[in-house]
């Protein structure tokens, strides 16, 4: 998945990868703590250009995941998408001339990513998109009504006959107290 600096030309380079997701150590770790399951290969599209000393790479990620309803617990699968865009600079290792004045911002200030030698590897930024793709919470379906806390039944399928929560006897005396309206 690397792409050769010398291949890119003066209108660009446009490229397509799919790699197995068993190639991306971030989502290796993933999938080890049964967060999710990929089930697709990373399909990457996109397209790197020339401004300079750097290299400016757009492109679309896809790919597609069985991840965990956070309410009933049972598998989702669902595809996911991303649109990246990120700027790598040739790092040279020259270490700056000291100037009195001048303030040097360093590539992590300007968000560039260093590369070295001849090859860009896309390994990392990818990953990265994956992840940032997954969703923070995952529902089956918008109105899933999760499990039963008491017997663990899946009240999508099912209707238990578990009694309702019992209310915390701490709070019971505020059930008596009554909030009056003013005009």
């Known amino acids: 998945m690397n792409i050769r600096i010398k291949d890119i030309k003066a209108e660009g380079l446009s490229f397509e990868f799919h790699e197995d997701w068993e190639n991306f150590p971030a989502l290796v770790r993933f999938g080890e703590a049964d967060q999710c399951e990929f089930l697709t290969p990373v399909r990457i599209q996109g397209r790197a250009i020339h401004v300079g000393r750097m290299i400016e790479i757009e492109g679309r990620i896809e790919t597609s995941a069985a991840l965990t309803c956070s309410r009933c617990l049972n598998r989702v699968e669902r595809p996911l998408e991303s649109r990246f865009a990120v700027t790598f600079f040739q790092d040279a290792g020259e270490e700056p001339e000291d100037e009195e004045e001048e303030v040097e911002l360093a590539a992590e200030d300007l968000s560039l990513i260093p590369f070295h030698g001849e090859e860009i590897d ?17 529902l ?10 008491q017997c663990g039944a899946d009240l999508n399928e099912e209707e238990c006959g578990c009694s309702p929560a019992v209310f915390n006897p701490k709070f019971a005396a505020l059930k008596k107290i009554k909030v009056e309206k003013k005009d």
């Open 140 to 149: 089956c379906r918008e109105d899933c009504k999760g499990i039963c806390p």
């Open 122 to 138: 896309l390994r990392e930024p990818v990953q990265e998109q994956v992840i940032m793709a997954l969703p923070i919470q995952v």
